[in-house]
């Protein structure tokens, strides 16, 4: 299983602190494989993965998915994390409505100091850490096929 932390800024220093934490968080390497990260529009997510979304102040609105909404696609186990800048300033984010995404909660919210803060790090490795199982098992029932009635 995989996990990918989709960014529109995938080399800015906010996406790398925030890779770092994920990485470090406990239980990432019982539950991953692979943690990377990835842009939105380069992004196809197979059966096999789980998301965090990063959501910065200073981004546009949240793309639309690029792939299609039938089968494997639907329901893609996704944790938001908005790093924000200012508290003041509403932020558009992926539509919860969207059928591609399953959210598995409102989402981390977090202050960019708070990424260098070294005691807040330690303290958003934890929450990561405690979706890990959660994002595992939702890849899990992804991967299940329906079974078929035979009459």
């Known amino acids: 299983m995989n996990l990918s932390l989709v960014s529109q800024k995938p080399s800015a220093t906010t996406t790398l602190d925030v890779l770092a934490a994920l990485r470090r968080a406990n239980g990432s390497g019982d539950y991953f494989r692979e943690v990377r990260v990835t842009e939105p529009e380069q992004w196809q997510p197979s059966k096999e993965e789980a998301a965090v979304l990063l959501l ?3 981004d546009g609105i949240w793309p639309a998915p690029v792939w299609s909404t039938s089968g494997d ?3 893609l186990p996704v944790l938001p994390l908005l790093v924000q800048r200012q508290f003041d300033r509403p932020r558009q984010g992926p539509d919860v409505r969207d059928p591609h995404f399953y959210f598995v909660s409102n989402g981390i919210v977090l202050d960019e100091g708070e990424l260098t803060d070294p005691a807040c790090s330690l303290v958003l490795q934890s ?3 405690s979706y890990f199982p959660l994002l595992s098992r939702l890849i899990l029932l992804r991967q299940r096929q329906p079974m078929v009635l035979c009459s």
Do not use: S
């Open 56 to 58: 910065e102040d200073d």
């Open 127 to 129: 929450k990561l850490g």
């Open 73 to 75: 696609t639907l329901g």
